[in-house]
């Protein structure tokens, strides 16, 4: 057989192995470029032994369409390969973008929640700043509760004006069974401060005042705030073998378990 190209009669070369294609038929050997056929086609051709290629004499002796139909099919399943690589690159960019998209949009979204989440938050502690609730305020029938509430506070503070108090309400439905909180709306912090100093003197009230007892107006994150501390507040003075005692002081919001000797609590 033959080791030169039939078109050009160049020796093969060792290099060249890939870039030459030999006729099923006559068995010569022919450069890929000097028959047209491109460097894939060639892979293809010498990988698969299941394809026949025919040089052009060979196909006019022989009619052997059926094998140049396949090296056609070839051709186009190379070119409709790369076309279909071409629009799934182009889709990739489109999803990049749209995935960068929704995120910024998300991002964006996300934001704006927390922003309101905070603001509502704000509001929602800077509007129970001045108020008050009272518990075990006897509840009866005809009762004003805010002329009630005016008596014990100027008895508790001799500095409470008559418009100390811009409003009063009970909270929750009525209930013969439950004594409902009732929430003090006071016209302002230092009004409320000054109440709370002196809230010792609810025990010089009558009878059936004596158990009312004054408290911020928190939110719910405020409350379990405080309940955290008072519950562990109570374990360190119960594991304290010094005598001390734990109380929770401090601001709403800014409350802190403070420890002092028994016999100096204020």
């Not at 929602?124 to 006897?138: A, D, T, Y």
Request: a positive charge.
């Amino acid at each position: 057989m033959s080791t030169k190209c039939v078109k050009c009669i160049v020796v093969k070369t060792k290099d060249g192995v890939n870039q030459t294609v030999k006729c099923y038929h006559c068995e010569y050997l022919f450069h890929a470029k000097c028959v047209n056929i491109d460097e894939e086609i060639v892979s293809i051709l010498n990988s698969e032994n299941s394809i026949k290629w025919f040089c052009e004499k060979c196909l006019k002796a022989k009619d052997n369409t059926k094998e140049l139909t396949q090296l056609e099919t070839i051709k186009t399943m190379i070119t409709k390969n790369d076309d279909n690589l071409t629009v799934l690159e182009k889709q990739d960019i489109k999803m990049v973008d749209e995935i960068c998209n929704l995120k910024s949009d998300l991002k964006a979204s996300w934001a704006n929640i927390v922003e309101k989440k905070h603001y509502e938050k704000s509001s929602e502690i800077k509007e129970g700043e001045r108020n008050l609730v009272i518990f075990n305020l006897p509840e009866k029938e005809n009762q004003n509760d805010r002329e009630l509430m005016m008596k014990i506070f100027k008895h508790i503070s001799k500095d409470m004006s008559d418009n100390g108090i811009e409003k009063v309400f009970r909270l929750g439905k009525k209930n013969e069974s439950v004594i409902r909180p009732v929430l003090i709306k006071l016209d302002s912090l230092g009004t409320k401060g000054d109440l709370l100093k002196h809230a010792s003197k609810i025990m010089s009230l009558k009878d059936n005042l004596k158990n009312i007892r004054l408290c911020n107006d928190l939110t719910r994150e405020q409350r379990s705030e405080l309940k955290n501390l008072v519950t562990d507040a109570k374990a360190k003075e119960a594991a304290c073998q010094r005598g001390f005692l734990y109380r929770v002081r401090g601001t709403v919001g800014r409350c802190k378990i403070i420890k002092f000797m028994k016999g100096t609590e204020n």
